[in-house]
């Protein structure tokens, strides 16, 4: 059975070429527009990866990050934050929500497949 992980940005595009990555790698993969959006998606399903984006309407990704882990199927999935962001109050904000690790855009698809080599078993 295929891994799955779950694709979480406002843009259209960038949500695109992380699941094509991911796709290549032999994800099946699940998108969510914004934190809600992916909330309402992934609810009972098991998802071996999370890669968000932290700045999103509605619900941004610290938040995401945060609700996900209330979840039992959560608790351990590794989950990526894919951001412009770099601050490192930012990147510690990310962590203390429970984020795996964190990516500055744009992103390298071979740097993203090696962080998720070292992060999904």
Same mark, same amino acid.
């Given at each position: 059975?295929? +891994?799955?992980?779950?694709? %979480?940005?406002?843009?259209?595009?960038?949500?695109?070429?992380?699941?094509?990555?991911?796709?290549?790698?032999?994800?099946?993969?699940?998108?969510?527009?914004?934190? +809600?959006?992916?909330?309402?998606?992934?609810?009972? +399903?098991? %998802?071996?990866?999370?890669?968000?984006?932290?700045?999103? /309407?509605?619900?941004?990704?610290?938040?995401?990050?945060?609700?996900?882990?209330?979840? /039992?199927?959560? #608790?351990?999935? /590794?989950?990526?934050?894919?951001?412009?962001?770099?601050?490192?109050?930012? #990147?510690?904000?990310? #962590?203390?929500?429970?984020?795996? @690790?964190?990516?500055?855009?744009?992103?390298?698809?071979?740097?993203?497949? @090696?962080?998720?080599? #070292? %992060? %999904?078993?």
């Amino acid at each position: 059975m295929a +891994k799955m992980a779950l694709v %979480v940005d406002d843009s259209t595009s960038m949500r695109q070429m992380v699941a094509f990555t991911l796709q290549s790698a032999g994800f099946e993969v699940i998108e969510g527009s914004d934190g +809600k959006d992916a909330l309402g998606k992934v609810n009972g +399903k098991a %998802v071996n990866l999370v890669v968000t984006d932290l700045n999103m /309407p509605v619900m941004d990704g610290i938040t995401l990050i945060r609700e996900l882990r209330k979840l /039992p199927n959560f #608790k351990f999935t /590794p989950i990526l934050m894919l951001t412009t962001e770099s601050q490192d109050s930012k #990147k510690q904000e990310g #962590k203390t929500a429970g984020a795996t @690790g964190w990516l500055v855009k744009p992103f390298n698809p071979e740097q993203l497949l @090696g962080v998720i080599a #070292k %992060v %999904v078993h």
